[in-house]
T-cell receptor, first 114, second 112 residues
Framework: GAGVSQSPRYKVAKRGQDVALRCDPI?????LFWYQQALGQGPEFLTY????????KSGLPSDRFFAERPEGSVSTLKIQRTQQEDSAVYLC????????????FGPGTRLTVL | SQQGEEDPQALSIQEGENATMNCSYK?????LQWYRQNSGRGLVHLIL?????REKHSGRLRVTLDTSKKSSSLLITASRAADTASYFC????????????FGPGTRLSVLP
């Protein structure tokens, strides 16, 4: 069956550009998570959705980061006015529901800001 | 700041040996999960242990949880070259803003 997919897989942006990263979760999964992973580090939590509701956005590093999941399925992470420190792999994960189920991760989007 | 901290940062063993990785955390948790990440398959869930559980097994994996010490360990028995990967613990905290915190990981190398 289809897993979590993310697009694009690689994105190069010039500093100051806006970017949009897409996540297609596993069909029927209620919960969706975004993480940022720097090279050699563990994933850092950014935000969490249950259906279309954004229940936790405590990990978003600044107001340049915005995430949405308007119909409770596909999600988009938008970064405005990108900075070099935004360069990282952005991971999306989904789970069946609640917070105790295992998370299934996508392959990630590697963002490089020049 | 990181909630989970794995120890050691890197571990190199021979095939067939056992590997033990530890994770410490700071706040009360609902559950703790272990994940594996390698370049071929991305992040994969291994095992979840709830705060009221002390030990859990899954195949060659054994996880323990000591909430009084705020620590967990992951034991991989009879290691294989395919176990070479980074291993992360992730904690789900009880309060807003303490959810789903991953540690920096242990990089395990299993030599054939």
């Amino acid at each position: 069956g289809a897993g979590v997919s993310q697009s694009p897989r690689y994105k190069v942006a010039k500093r100051g550009q806006d970017v949009a990263l897409r996540c297609d979760p596993i069909s029927g999964h209620v919960s969706l998570f975004w993480y940022q992973q720097a090279l050699g580090q563990g994933p850092e939590f950014l935000t969490y959705f249950q259906n279309e509701a954004q229940l936790d956005k405590s990990g978003l590093p600044s107001d340049r980061f915005f995430a949405e999941r308007p119909e409770g399925s596909v999600s988009t992470l938008k970064i405005q006015r990108t900075q070099q420190e935004d360069s990282a792999v952005y991971l999306c994960a989904s789970s069946l529901g609640g917070t105790v189920h295992e998370q299934f991760f996508g392959p990630g989007t590697r963002l490089t800001v020049l | 700041s990181q909630q989970g901290e794995e120890d050691p940062q890197a571990l190199s063993i021979q095939e067939g040996e056992n590997a033990t990785m530890n994770c410490s955390y700071k706040t009360s948790i609902n559950n703790l999960q272990w994940y594996r990440q390698n370049s071929g398959r991305g992040l994969v869930h291994l095992i979840l242990i709830r705060s009221n559980e002390r030990e859990k097994h899954s195949g060659r994996l054994r996880v323990t949880l000591d909430t009084s010490k705020k620590s967990s360990s992951l034991l991989i028995t009879a290691s294989r070259a395919a176990d070479t990967a980074s291993y992360f613990c992730a904690t789900e905290g009880r309060n807003y803003g303490q959810n789903f915190v991953f540690g920096p990981g242990t990089r395990l190398s299993v030599l054939p």
